[in-house]
């Protein structure tokens, strides 16, 4: 492979909070003359009472105290009883000037928002749209940061104004620093969405990548504390061997897959490299290789364009409207945040397109009472037929689980086996084909209904409870469209990307 092969792309969920601040910021602006004026003369004299500052400017009392309260507001004096001197604050102005004549600013006082991660507290600019679903892995906070978050987000309000500055129009060039916070409040706990990609290099190594803007904003601690998690949340199962690569190439008679199968382990990179680099091995005259997840946006586009030619009758085969089924594979890295949601989407719009009520059905393996925890990892926008199976006793997911099948019934199928990787059994690479012959629809047909047929058939999740359809009993009244037989597929020999 001369560049890298993506084959997964998952979000993770960093933890983020979001608080109410309110504080007394320094303004780079000079101070009115008579303040500054003030000022000098309580650095000169100390501490002075309420009446001989009255009588020095000739003030009225109300006058006097109007100008030491709004002086206190600024945090310039303090006010103790009968007297007032200078604050702490506006003594370390004298100071770092080395001279009794330092250039004072405008103290005022603002109310702000401001979004912080919960590692690093870094400051983050405002996280807009839906609050993070089960989709994403969520990645975990210390205990201690999340018991103490209102009391960091302060220190680091102080500490990292100048980058919280730097995302404010209106504060970038004349914000001089924070005086003091007066009050800060959690609004919302949340999580970032952060994207890593997984690909295979040229030679067959894994490379993770993680999303380039975050990388560029974030410091070295949360940039470690990531690339932890995610090493973290790959699984630990050991795999021996393949289980269930050779039913795989057998059911769909794939003898091109089954010549890189040695003994009990598959070589992936000779295969990667003869099929999909070099290119100089083919499958048969109406079937193409296929490579990484469905939902990877390339690979949605090439499945997105065959079920529009299908519905818009561009070739001879005519029109062809029906929904699409597509079973996932029983591993909990698969599906997971925002480009499996694009392409619910995306597939979802093709489908309805020209006001059709056809739909994308997900159909998953739940043991039962475990419904509710895949209903959360699936939930998407736009996703709204989601359908479970359910193992008999002593029954196993159908190949292992290592099984991804998309179905356009009697148009076009995507079979695809997740294989494991060297080096990190628990990470896997899905490697198949995007077929028409008719007998790969018939396989992957058969194939579908064994696993959701009869007694397997569990129920359809409901996402709401404005969900007010009916409850199917079978998966004949669950999925009506893939209810056929006697498949006519009118298929015309050539390949449809």
Same mark, same amino acid.
């Given at each position: 492979?001369?560049?890298?092969?993506?084959?997964?792309?998952?979000? =993770?969920?960093?933890?983020?909070?979001?608080?109410?601040?309110?504080?007394?910021?320094?303004?780079?602006?000079?101070?009115?003359?008579?303040?500054?004026?003030?000022?000098?003369?309580?650095?000169?004299?100390?501490?002075?009472?309420?009446?001989?500052?009255?009588?020095?400017?000739?003030?009225?009392?109300?006058?006097?105290?109007?100008?030491?309260?709004?002086?206190?507001?600024?945090?310039?004096?303090?006010?103790?009883?009968?007297?007032?001197?200078?604050?702490? &604050?506006?003594? $370390?102005?004298?100071?770092?000037?080395?001279?009794?004549?330092?250039?004072?600013?405008?103290?005022?006082?603002?109310?702000?928002?401001?979004?912080?991660?919960?590692?690093? =507290?870094?400051?983050?600019?405002?996280?807009?749209?839906?609050? /993070?679903?089960?989709?994403?892995?969520?990645?975990?906070?210390?205990?201690? !940061?999340?018991?103490?978050?209102?009391?960091?987000?302060?220190?680091?309000?102080?500490?990292?104004?100048?980058?919280?500055?730097?995302?404010?129009?209106?504060?970038?060039?004349? *914000?001089?620093?924070?005086?003091?916070?007066?009050?800060?409040?959690?609004?919302?706990?949340?999580?970032?969405?952060?994207?890593?990609?997984?690909?295979?290099? %040229?030679?067959?190594?894994?490379?993770?990548?993680?999303?380039?803007?975050?990388?560029?904003?974030?410091?070295?601690?949360?940039?470690?504390?990531?690339?932890?998690?995610?090493?973290?949340?790959?699984?630990?199962?050991?795999?021996?061997?393949?289980?269930?690569?050779?039913?795989?190439?057998?059911?769909?008679?794939?003898?091109?897959?089954? %010549?890189?199968?040695?003994?009990?382990?598959?070589?992936? /990179?000779?295969?990667?490299?003869?099929?999909?680099?070099?290119?100089?091995?083919?499958?048969?005259?109406?079937?193409?290789? &296929?490579?990484?997840?469905?939902?990877?946006?390339?690979?949605?586009?090439?499945? +997105?364009?065959?079920?529009?030619?299908?519905?818009?009758? #561009?070739? #001879?085969?005519?029109?062809?409207?029906?929904?699409?089924?597509?079973?996932?594979?029983?591993?909990?890295?698969?599906?997971?945040?925002?480009? =499996?949601?694009?392409?619910? !989407?995306?597939?979802? @719009?093709?489908?309805? @397109?020209?006001?059709?009520?056809?739909?994308?059905?997900?159909?998953? @393996? +739940?043991?039962?009472?475990?419904?509710? $925890?895949?209903?959360?990892?699936?939930?998407?926008?736009?996703?709204?037929?989601?359908?479970?199976?359910?193992?008999?006793?002593?029954?196993?997911?159908?190949?292992?689980?290592?099984?991804?099948?998309?179905?356009?019934?009697?148009? &076009?199928?995507? /079979?695809?086996?997740?294989? *494991?990787?060297?080096?990190?059994?628990?990470?896997?690479?899905?490697?198949?084909?995007?077929?028409?012959?008719?007998?790969?629809?018939?396989?992957?047909?058969?194939?579908?209904?064994?696993?959701?047929?009869?007694?397997?058939?569990?129920?359809?999740?409901?996402?709401?409870?404005?969900?007010?359809? %009916?409850?199917?009993?079978?998966?004949?009244?669950?999925?009506?469209?893939?209810?056929?037989?006697?498949?006519?597929?009118?298929?015309?020999? $050539?390949?449809?990307?």
């Amino acid at each position: 492979m001369t560049i890298p092969s993506e084959f997964n792309r998952i979000t =993770f969920g960093l933890p983020i909070e979001t608080f109410r601040v309110e504080a007394y910021i320094a303004l780079d602006e000079r101070l009115p003359v008579v303040t500054e004026f003030v000022l000098r003369l309580l650095r000169v004299c100390g501490r002075i009472s309420m009446a001989a500052f009255r009588d020095y400017f000739g003030f009225t009392d109300s006058e006097a105290l109007s100008v030491v309260e709004s002086l206190t507001r600024q945090g310039l004096i303090d006010l103790m009883d009968d007297e007032m001197q200078l604050s702490l &604050f506006a003594i $370390e102005r004298f100071e770092e000037s080395g001279s009794d004549h330092p250039r004072f600013n405008k103290v005022e006082r603002r109310k702000d928002t401001v979004t912080f991660d919960l590692i690093s =507290f870094t400051p983050l600019r405002a996280v807009r749209g839906e609050l /993070a679903t089960d989709n994403i892995i969520k990645l975990s906070a210390a205990d201690d !940061a999340v018991g103490e978050s209102r009391e960091r987000a302060r220190l680091a309000y102080r500490q990292r104004y100048p980058e919280i500055a730097s995302m404010r129009d209106e504060l970038r060039d004349k *914000s001089y620093g924070v005086h003091s916070v007066e009050d800060i409040e959690s609004k919302r706990r949340s999580y970032l969405p952060i994207p890593v990609s997984f690909s295979l290099d %040229q030679d067959g190594q894994i490379e993770r990548k993680i999303d380039e803007a975050f990388e560029r904003a974030a410091p070295a601690e949360l940039i470690q504390f990531v690339n932890e998690q995610v090493t973290a949340s790959v699984p630990k199962t050991v795999s021996l061997g393949t289980p269930g690569l050779e039913e795989f190439i057998e059911a769909f008679d794939l003898k091109l897959m089954a %010549q890189y199968l040695r003994g009990k382990k598959f070589d992936l /990179a000779g295969y990667m490299a003869d099929v999909h680099v070099a290119k100089n091995v083919k499958y048969p005259k109406g079937v193409d290789s &296929f490579y990484g997840n469905i939902y990877l946006p390339d690979n949605v586009e090439r499945v +997105a364009a065959r079920i529009t030619d299908r519905r818009e009758g #561009k070739r #001879k085969h005519g029109k062809l409207l029906t929904s699409l089924a597509w079973l996932t594979p029983d591993y909990e890295l698969w599906g997971r945040g925002e480009s =499996f949601a694009r392409a619910v !989407a995306e597939l979802t @719009n093709a489908l309805k @397109n020209g006001g059709s009520a056809d739909a994308l059905y997900m159909l998953a @393996n +739940a043991e039962q009472g475990q419904e509710n $925890e895949v209903i959360s990892r699936f939930r998407v926008p736009q996703l709204t037929e989601l359908h479970f199976s359910r193992p008999g006793l002593n029954e196993g997911p159908l190949m292992a689980g290592r099984v991804e099948l998309m179905l356009y019934p009697t148009g &076009f199928m995507v /079979a695809l086996y997740h294989v *494991s990787l060297p080096g990190s059994s628990g990470l896997w690479a899905p490697i198949g084909i995007i077929s028409s012959l008719p007998k790969h629809l018939d396989t992957a047909h058969k194939l579908i209904q064994g696993v959701m047929g009869r007694r397997r058939y569990g129920k359809r999740a409901k996402f709401s409870q404005r969900d007010d359809r %009916q409850v199917p009993a079978t998966f004949e009244e669950g999925c009506p469209f893939l209810q056929y037989s006697g498949l006519n597929h009118n298929w015309d020999g $050539e390949i449809e990307d």
